[in-house]
């Protein structure tokens, strides 16, 4: 059943891969046995609910905090000063008390669903650890979903009819408990992006970015960084002419930029890029920048956004020959 439901959520892959040959397999498969102890992490954070901390909300330590506007960013700044940085769930500790209980409701109608959940959860995770790139962020984790939430639900409902007299009772406490743990870690996440907004690839800044380049009518937009294309794909509906510099410009050494340069979109395109502290890839505008020194072109800043919160995100820039350059 678990490998039927997952074919048919990866139907669209499967059948592309059936009609250009395996195309996936043959470029990117590969298998590792070294990362089980960073990707068990990975699940236990997405499971406790702290994995997105620093990746969708900035962390409490960033600059520039903002005060609370309107009722429910008042509300849930309240709740904060209240219960304070809820950090988890509580789900882990749930699912290690179903774990005991297992042994005991092994012998009771529950055994299947409960020995189906432990299969497909361990045996779909195995398979994440040892493939190569695979479980090594929170939206790789969630693919897991809802089979562990299934295995404390049939645990723990089984486990109350085992107490006839108190069971429903501890039952439904032992829910709401979780339910609220849940609520202020949901909570946590609103607070943090209200105070200290959004972070890297989700910021806020996009919006400015994306109505001041359609105001400069660019003839080609060259985007130098990862994090905000599909972004403005999406807002100008597929109406502007963007281009991605390419993968080689994020990680390559300088030489590798050089050989691969495409001077036509030096002296003709508009660029976007992130500033350094924002950059997905670490030096990636360095390596552009000075690929273009070599090639005979400075970097000319035309504007710098900032999100909400007032810190510098984006950068829009063009390329302008030196008159060194032109001489020659």
Known sequence: MAAAGFCLGA???????????????????????????????VSRDTWNG???????????????????????????FKLNSVFGEHATNRLEGAFAVALLLTPALWFTRARRPIAFCLIALGVAWFL????KGA??????AVLLWPIPHMFLAVAFA??????????????????????AENLLVTNRYFYQLARYGPARSWTDAIYDLSRSVGDLK????????????NQLVFLHRGQLPLEFASDQ???????????????????????????????????????IVKAASSAGFRKELIKVIPDRNGRPVFEIFRFVRLPAADKL
């Open 218 to 229: 660019p003839s080609k937009v060259v985007i130098d960084d990862w994090g905000m294309l």
């Open 249 to 287: 410009f994020l990680s390559a050494s300088l030489p590798e930029v050089e050989k691969n340069w495409d001077r036509g979109r030096l002296e003709h395109g508009l660029w976007v890029g992130h500033t350094a502290a924002c950059e997905e890839f670490p030096g990636a505008n360095d390596r």
């Open 158 to 179: 089984e486990a109350s009819l085992r107490v006839r007299k108190i069971g429903a009772w501890v039952l439904v406490v032992a829910m709401l408990y979780l339910a």
């Open 135 to 140: 479980g090594t962020s929170a939206h790789h």
């Open 128 to 131: 994440m650890a040892i493939t």
């Open 50 to 76: 702290i994995a997105l901390v620093g990746y969708l909300v900035n962390p409490i330590s960033t600059d520039h905090p903002r005060e609370a506007q309107g009722p429910a960013e008042h509300f849930s």
């Open 11 to 41: 139907l669209p892959l499967l059948a592309y891969n059936v009609s250009s040959g395996f195309a996936t397999f043959r470029s990117n498969s590969s298998f590792v046995f070294n990362d089980f102890p960073s990707k068990a992490n």
